[in-house]
Each structure stands twice: as C-alpha cells, then as structure tokens.
C-alpha cells in the first residue's frame, strides 16, 4: 500500500472514531425550509434536544446526511440538524417558498400585529392543538380571513369568526382570495346557545349590565369575538355580548376558545400547568387506556394540559410533543400539591369526579354569588384543578372550565359508595330487582327525551305555515312535532287533535323531556294545540306566525287554565 493510500485510510480510521458523519456531502447543498416552523435538532434525530428553529422559505446549507437527516448551516449562522423530508433541494421550488415567505412577511394586519392570513382550501378543519390528533373544533370555507396568532410544527393558531383554533399552514394563503371578506369577519357566524339559561350583556365581561337572558338552543349570528366573549344578534335585531364557550356553531364547532390561560372564572384551559403524581405515568395517543403507550412521565414531570376529553387530559411535553394523559394522574397545584377531600371520614387526594345530581349549575366563581356560566347533568365526567372553600373548579369536555359546589360532585369513593348503596336498595326491595329495572327504564327515557328536545331545539326560529310540516323550513304545530319525531322513526299524525289520541297518557306532575303537551281553547274548542317538553315546565313549539318555534312556559298565564295533557310516544 502505498504512503498516500495509508494516509487516506488512516484519516478515514481517526474521522469514524471521533464520530464523524460516512455521509459527508462533497460540498454544501442550498435548501429551503417547507413548513411553517421547523425545529433544528441538536442530533440526527427527534429525540434529540431543541436548538433553535427555522421558518417557511429560510435557505439553509446543507453539510451533512445521516439517517434521513441532515446537518445544515442556518442563516444566523449556527448548525444543527434538520429532517431531510421537510427542507425542498428543488431551487425552484425554494424560491417559490422564499417568495410566498416574502409576501407573507410584508402583509399588512388588521389584527393588533397578527399577521393576516384566508382559508385557501375549499374547506380547512379547524382543531383544538397543532396536529391531526387533536380535536376538530370545526371547519371553515374558503376565503374565510384569519389572524395568524402563532405557528408550531407547520400549524397556525388563528382567529377566526367562530373563534380560535388551529389550522394547517399549507392550508393558509397570504394573499386574499378574489371574492373573499377582508372585514377579518368572514360574514356573521350562526350559533346556538349551549345552555339553559345564558345572559346577554351590554359588554364583554360580566361586569357589564344584563340585557336579556337567552335560552338552550336559540339562534344567534355572531359578529365579532374578543377573547372569551362574543358580540351577538338575536331575532329581532337586538344584540349584545355573550361568554363564548357557552355558544354552539352552526359549522359544528364546539366552544370558542381563546387559547389564553385560564383565569378563576368560566372560561376555557388554554394551556395549564400540571404535575405527574406518581412514576410511569403512561402518555397515551388518544383519551382512553385502549390507546398506545408513547411514552411516560415520572413523578414531578412538568406538562401543559391544552383539552380534555372526560376524565382525559390532552397534553404537550417539554419535548414538545402532545399526548394524553389520565387525570387521576395529574395535579394542577404543584408537585406533590393534592387537593383533599373527605371520603369515609378520612382525608384523600382526589383528581377527578362525576356529577352527583339530575343537574347542576357551572359558576364563574367560588360561590353562589357568581353569574351561571352552565350547567353539567348527571354522571358529567370532570377533572378538578383547584379547590377554594367547599368548591371545585373543574375542567370539562373540549378545554371548559368552570366552578362547581363540591357537594354536587362525587369523587371516585363517593361514586362507587353511592353505586352500592342504590344496589343494595334496590336488592332488599325483592320484586326480582324491579326497582332496578325501573330506574334504569327511566333513565333510557330520559336520554332518549333529551336526543328529541335537542333535535327540537335545532329550528327555533324558524316560520310558521299553517299545515307545512317542514316544506320550505316552516310548520305549524302538529307539522313541527311530527316533522321532529319522524326524525327518530316515530309515525305522528298531521293534527293535534289525532296525535293527541297516541302513545300513553302522561300526567302533568309525570312530564319527561319529549313528552307531547296539548291545550285546548286556544284557537278553537278541544284540542288545538300541541309541543314537545322541555322539562322545567318550559315547552318548544310552532306557536303562531308572529313567532314562529319558540319556547313558552306551560305555567304561564296564558297556557297554564289550557293545559289538557300529555303523551309519551316512543
């Protein structure tokens, strides 16, 4: 072997040993940055720790290969490692992503500094974190116009007119679509009001004065959003501010969420400290022990809690990826701080409940003198973050937050001392169990009657047509109740008069949620009007052409001399 040759082998020995990549380039490589945000590793691999980030359209300098990576030297100068597949070799196509980067930088905002941005797809899923694993809030169509809050992993947290969420930031565009809304509002957003009894304010907070109270189920048109409170117009053109987790948008999104901390108030998570409370604490790739374990946390592990789905919690790590965790697993205090409670006369941690009553009321504070946010039914699975005095403030599906009597919530002891105590019952009363099979009959009911009243309240507001039963969106009110329960495979017929003859006769002390209730006099003799209950003694109703479906009390002056029974139909 010649010297050279002995050389080169040598230097190739001494390069392995110190660790040096097989996979040098020959000379540097230009390359362009793809997604929105990219991390810069401190290795070859996502494992490694985070040392920086680069964003859509950078031009970096690639040195090095290895593993589907590659080491690049950044515009500030600096090296690390970037995934292979997300940086563009094409010179082409780099200039297309510095350009788009370019227009996207010089875009002028409508938004207190966040950048301006359309729905570019013909319709863009909205979801509660950054990746497909989160929770789809909604969708939005094209040209709807956005405020870019924030990128993470290639997703943009954006305002949009039904609130905030998350959306991919290929599917943004930076130049206005023709024909798309530059107002930032993207046209007056439909709602529905979540829960039974919401206030309307002349602001937004609730120091604002009351104008009027609206009801589960009625429609709104929102106009704008700023933070957790939206400007609405209701039927007749008044208009106001309401909490905006408590409506429901037409587009099927769930709450409106600002993605702020939350504060002691109802409101929603955002993003919230919590703790791990013991070792291999498993982080799960959805809400539920069936899910895959990706990896576990020991006792003390920091995370941000972002949703929750039950008694799920929705998590980003230090590393920054996102998965689930139990919530009896976690603490929102501090590490090692639990929040007691007395179960069996003893003193316990508790991490998680249920609702212990038919329904109960969400407040904005820690007490009874604090405005109702909503309302959680029966067995209503709940995570408690924090505990003031004798109530828990909880965390509900899709990120809610609110405060509730502890009294009103069972914890896991409590739960099953109260499932035993109702076994044992209903054991001693002999019959075969009856008592059981009767509770749960009634429950079935129950739920049933709620899916019917639900549905109901889905046309509120919509016209009244003597003898329509849906055409055109209108109906009177034998048409309106068979319109509704056709819709669960129930046959009515199309007068109050013949409906008023099926199913089974229901005393008014005996109402359920989904009961036919009928009057007499109010247009003729007999049987002349008829709606479906909503419970509380409060009905939904095609009432009249000046009011279209509405809802009106079974007690009030007017119905209460006409009431004339009720029906259960199944």
Known sequence: MSLKRSMLAGAALVALALGASPAVAQKTRPAWVIPETLRVRQGP?????????????????????????????????????????????????????????????????SSGGHQTAWIGVDEANVRSGPGEDSGRLGTRPKGTQVSVL???????????????????GDLLTYSQPAGASGSGSGGAAKAYVSRPQVYMRSGPGTRFDRRAMLVQGQA?????????????????????????????????????????????????????????????????????????????????????????????????????ASGWVAGWCLTFRGPGQQILAEEGGKRVPVYVGWVARPQINLREGPGTEHDIVGSAALSTQVVILDKQGPWYRVGLDGGRTAWAASWLIDTRGQRQERQSRL????????????????????????????????????????????????????????????????????????????????????????????????????????????????????????????????????????????????????
């Open 150 to 168: 924030a990128r993470e992993n290639g997703w943009c947290r954006v305002r949009t007119p039904g609130g905030e969420g998350w959306v991919r």
């Open 423 to 570: 076994a044992h019952s209903s054991g001693s009363r002999g019959g075969g169990g009856i008592f059981a099979e009767a509770r749960r009959a009634f429950a079935a009911a129950s739920r049933y009657g709620h899916k019917v009243v639900r549905t109901a309240l889905q046309y509120l507001g919509s016209p009244y047509r003597y003898a329509h039963s849906g055409e055109g969106g209108a109906f009177d009110c034998s048409g309106f109740t068979s319109y509704v329960y056709r819709q669960f495979g129930v046959g009515l017929s199309r007068s109050c008069v013949a409906q008023y003859q099926q199913g089974e006769p229901v005393a008014k002390s005996e109402l359920q949620p989904g009961d036919l209730v009928f009057f007499a006099g109010t247009c003729r003799d007999g049987i002349s009007h008829v709606g479906i209950y909503m419970g509380s003694g409060q009905f939904v109703h095609a009432s009249n052409p000046s009011d279209g479906v509405k809802i009106s009390s079974i007690n009030d002056s007017y119905y209460a001399p006409k009431f004339a029974g009720g029906r259960r139909v199944r």
């Open 220 to 320: 709104v048109h929102v106009a704008e959003v700023q933070g957790d409170w939206a400007r609405v117009r209701v039927q007749g053109g008044n208009g106001g501010w309401v909490a905006n987790w408590l409506l429901k948008y037409e587009d099927g999104s769930g709450v409106g969420r600002s993605g702020r901390t939350a504060t002691a108030g109802g409101g929603t998570l955002g993003s919230m400290a919590a703790w791990a409370d013991a070792d291999g604490v498993r982080v799960r790739s959805g809400p539920g022990v069936d899910r895959d374990v990706v990896t576990q946390l020991g006792r003390g592990d920091k995370v941000n809690v972002t949703n929750i789905s039950g008694h799920w919690c929705r998590v980003q790590l230090a590393s920054g």
């Open 45 to 109: 691999s996502a494992d490694e720790a985070t040392v920086g980030t680069v964003h859509r359209g950078d031009k970096v300098e690639v040195l090095a290969f290895r593993d589907r990576w590659c080491r690049a030297r950044l515009p500030d100068g600096s090296v690390g490692w970037v995934a292979e597949w997300l940086v563009q070799f094409s010179a082409n196509e780099g200039h297309k992503l510095a350009a788009q980067a370019g227009a996207q930088s010089g875009e002028s905002s």
